[in-house]
T-cell receptor, first 109, second 115 residues
Framework: GQNIDQPTEMTATEGAIVQINCTYQ??????LFWYQQHAGEAPTFLSYNVLDGLEEKGRFSSFLSRSKGYSYLLLKELQMKDSASYLCAASDSNYQLIWGAGTKLIIKP | GAVVSQHPSWVICKSGTSVKIECRSL??????MFWYRQFPKQSLMLMAT?????????EQGVEKDKFLINHASLTLSTLTVTSAHPEDSSFYIC???????????FGAGTRLSVL
């Protein structure tokens, strides 16, 4: 079957770095997405990886290892506004997104 | 770029009435649009996928006669919740994909409360 695993909740300190991991199993693979979702709002697109390696975009970076079925989202210089849920989603052979349940990130001062 | 507009953002209706939600891609043509439902503190649940000019593909367990989807153009899809009941109260979110790598861009969502 198809499955996405990511931690339910993480806590980090303002100014620090946090890594949110995601493992996936899909029928075929056409890329891995990360979305940010603030409470009560719709998700916003953060990143897309289809090749192995690290993609850096400002304070956020996303890594993919296709052979391991593994990705992580790295957030640097954490700010209070980064408190949100982070959704991992893998695109299968039909380009359908298989969604993880999301990781709630709590930032403490 | 890649802006998706969803309207209305919030609606309250009486049980038994129908509610229409619009989803528009403002600056790109969406080959595919998606409709999701999300209950509090739960993950996104895909309801249906629609391609312009063809019938929507509904996920298992989603009643196609209750949740009518129309994708009349490459920039507009509508979801009509027919004869809404309190258990239909939820956060409905649309997304649109321009076709590049399957990236989905989300509307702001519609919070539906059925009394």
């Amino acid at each position: 079957g198809q499955n996405i695993d990511q931690p339910t909740e993480m806590t980090a300190t303002e100014g620090a770095i946090v890594q949110i991991n995601c493992t996936y199993q899909t029928s075929g693979f056409n890329g891995l997405f990360w979305y940010q979702q603030h409470a009560g709002e719709a998700p916003t697109f953060l990143s897309y990886n289809v090749l192995d390696g690290l993609e850096e975009k400002g304070r956020f970076s996303s890594f993919l290892s296709r052979s391991k079925g593994y990705s992580y989202l790295l957030l640097k210089e954490l700010q209070m506004k980064d408190s949100a849920s982070y959704l991992c989603a893998a695109s299968d052979s039909n380009y359908q997104l298989i969604w993880g349940a999301g990781t709630k990130l709590i930032i403490k001062p | 770029g890649a802006v998706v507009s969803q309207h209305p953002s919030w609606v309250i209706c009486k049980s038994g009435t129908s509610v229409k939600i619009e989803c528009r891609s403002l600056d790109f043509q969406a080959t595919t649009m998606f409709w999701y439902r999300q209950f509090p503190k739960q993950s996104l649940m895909l309801m249906a996928t629609s391609n312009e000019g063809s019938k929507a593909t509904y996920e298992q367990g989603v009643e196609k006669d209750k949740f009518l989807i129309n994708h009349a153009s490459l920039t507009l899809s509508t979801l009509t919740v027919t004869s809404a009941h309190p258990e239909d109260s939820s956060f409905y979110i649309c997304s649109a994909s321009p076709g590049e790598a399957g990236i989905q861009y989300f509307g702001a969502g519609t919070r539906l409360s059925v009394l």
